[in-house]
């Protein structure tokens, strides 16, 4: 077992000049949403020569390649999301982005150029392959156009080598949170829903010297922001959270002025299938009749948006088992609650038994405790980690289709990790 470790993991590390040279060309060229024709062209151009039959989207500039390895087996999906934010950069790197209003803060930048590595040591290792690879290079992660794992999926994602896969793996960056280099993940919920909840309060507006002859929202707005909390902390269990924002107010055009209607939008978060449809009844309810409390109607949209992101405990296993083979039993943290955060990898997930995780890359010698988050215009993300990534992806897929060949019955007939 040690010499193919190694010398993925060794192999991984002659790749970090080129694997470096590409993430800073997408850092410093970032696109926003689903349509991302730069980032697109130098992913091809990363994987041309290599032995993969690749498509693009129709709807979305998305980049999806097959490896057929030397034998038939299974199919193992890779992900990478490739979109930026509407961020003006201010982290002082040499390669900073050249475009304004336009960032790679979270580090998909990063995710990409890992997943190009594991492309090519996959490729490269092509004829002890039995099954296939999908690499799935996924525009729109954060949501600008709608997300990009939906469309993906709806132009035949899941049976690009010809069967849906029987596992999926995602990595993705952390500028602090996590020490420099530690991967961590957990079985099951990893990820909360991530819904949108907007409120529109109509009344009857009038002159702010004579309230009893108007219906004012204002009021019943208030009273609707409040109530929201309460409802939260008093309807839902402790150990199955809901954590609900209130963002946007708007309400109103001059202070003597009655509105005839104001409104406010929400982020809700959920980790669990019953709170989140909970939540989207229990708010219709609640706000509707506070409205009509005050003699007034509400227009109550609950947006779905991502949901939550659930790690099968087979494939975290053997992924927490392949990071401590490859790297060492340090180099590997249980996470000990999934993070409020939402990531539409969920989709994936939900079609196929697979695992998401975490790596720290936050630059040697800072304090990740203290580094700026991802999603700030200061985050910055250390290049080191790049062959690691890849070197990992490039494992975990080894070991999943070994596995899978290892437990095969004698009539081929596939199987799931167990």
């Known amino acids: 077992m040690s010499a193919p470790v190694l010398s993925v993991r060794d192999h991984a590390r002659t790749l970090a000049p080129e694997l470096t040279a590409l993430r800073r060309e997408l850092h410093a060229e970032p696109e926003l949403g689903r349509h991302l024709p730069l980032t ?31 034998r038939p087996g299974p199919t193992v999906l890779l992900r990478a999301d490739m979109d930026a934010l509407p961020l003006t950069e201010d982290s002082g790197l040499p390669y900073a982005s050249r475009v304004p209003g336009v960032m790679h803060a979270c580090g998909h930048d990063l995710h990409t150029a890992m997943l190009v590595g594991a492309a090519r040591l996959l490729a490269e290792r092509r004829a002890d392959l039995a099954g296939s690879v999908v690499f799935m290079f996924q525009p729109d992660e954060e949501g600008t156009d709608g997300g990009g ?20 793996y995602a990595l993705h960056v952390a500028s602090n949170r996590l020490p420099f280099g530690v991967f961590a993940s957990r079985p099951g919920t990893a990820a909360a829903a991530s819904d949108g909840l907007t409120v529109t309060v109509r009344g009857k507006g009038g002159h702010g010297s004579a309230p009893h002859k108007a219906a004012d929202p204002i009021p019943a707005l208030c009273e609707m922001v409040t109530a929201l909390q309460t409802f939260v902390t008093r309807s839902f269990d402790i150990h199955d959270p809901v954590v609900l924002g209130v963002g946007v107010i708007r309400g109103g055009t001059k202070r003597n002025v009655i509105p005839d209607h104001a409104g406010f939008e929400a982020t809700v978060r959920t980790y669990s299938t019953a709170a989140r449809d909970r939540m989207r009844e229990g708010t219709r309810r609640l706000l509707t009749g506070i409205a009509a409390a005050h003699g007034l109607t509400a227009e109550v949209d609950y947006q779905d948006g991502y949901p939550a992101l659930v790690n099968d405990p087979a494939e975290t296993a053997l992924a927490a088992r392949t990071v401590t083979d490859l790297f060492g039993p340090r180099r590997y943290l ?37 580094a700026p988050y991802n999603h700030s215009p200061q985050a910055v993300f250390d290049d080191s980690v790049l062959p690691d990534g890849a070197a990992l992806l490039t494992e975990l897929t080894l070991r999943r289709l070994a596995l899978a060949l290892a437990l095969a019955p004698a009539d081929g007939d596939r199987t799931t990790v167990g």
Do not use: N, W
């Open 149 to 168: 794992a939906v469309p993906m999926l709806a132009e035949g994602l899941l049976h690009a080598s010809g069967e849906k896969p029987a596992a999926a």
């Open 40 to 70: 697109q062209q130098r992913v091809l151009d990363a994987l041309a020569g290599m032995p993969l039959e690749i498509t693009t989207g129709s709807a979305l500039s998305s980049v999806t390649a097959v490896l057929r390895g030397a």
């Open 334 to 370: 249980d996470a000990s609650a999934p993070t409020p955060g939402a990531e539409d990898m969920a989709f994936v997930l939900d079609e196929v038994p697979g695992t998401y995780l975490m790596l720290g890359a936050c630059p040697p010698g800072g304090d990740f405790a203290t």
